[in-house]
């Protein structure tokens, strides 16, 4: 059964940084884009991040572009997101998913599957 598990949120100041890690158990993501996505209270999950199987192909959301960074380990079967810069309103539940072999853009839920069970990261002082 495909399984993925985020780890690495926690509480941090604003203009902290922190790494999230998407670990896959269960089968290997050499063959699997993978999204980061987060979800605030009362609000939709939204896409944030994606990086292609191979890895020569990175999106993000206009909200985070320059303040992080996506990333994979393909033999660690680990994808990381690199958030600097933090800001109150990156405060979320953040989960990552896989997908299709490329990504088209910023990931869009309904393109992805086998959903962790997500991290949460709060950003305040």
């Known amino acids: 059964q495909l399984q993925l598990v985020e780890s690495g949120g926690g509480l941090v100041q604003p203009g902290g940084s922190l790494r999230l890690s998407c670990a896959a158990s269960?089968?290997?993501?050499?063959?699997?884009?993978i999204g980061w996505f987060r979800q605030a209270p009362g609000l939709e999950r939204e896409g944030v991040s994606c990086?292609?199987?191979?890895?020569?192909?990175?999106n993000y959301a206009d909200s985070v572009k320059g303040r992080f960074t996506i990333s994979r380990d393909n033999a660690k079967n680990t994808v990381y997101l690199q958030m600097n810069s933090l800001k109150p309103e990156d405060t979320a539940v953040y989960y990552c998913?896989?997908?299709?072999?490329?990504?088209?853009?910023?990931?869009?839920?309904?393109?992805?599957?086998?959903w962790g069970q997500g991290t949460q990261v709060t950003v305040s002082s």
């Open positions: 998913a896989a997908g299709n072999y490329y990504c088209s853009g910023v990931p869009r839920t309904a393109e992805f599957r086998s």
């Open positions: 269960g089968f290997t993501l050499d063959y699997y884009a």
């Open positions: 990086i292609s199987a191979s890895g020569g192909s990175t």
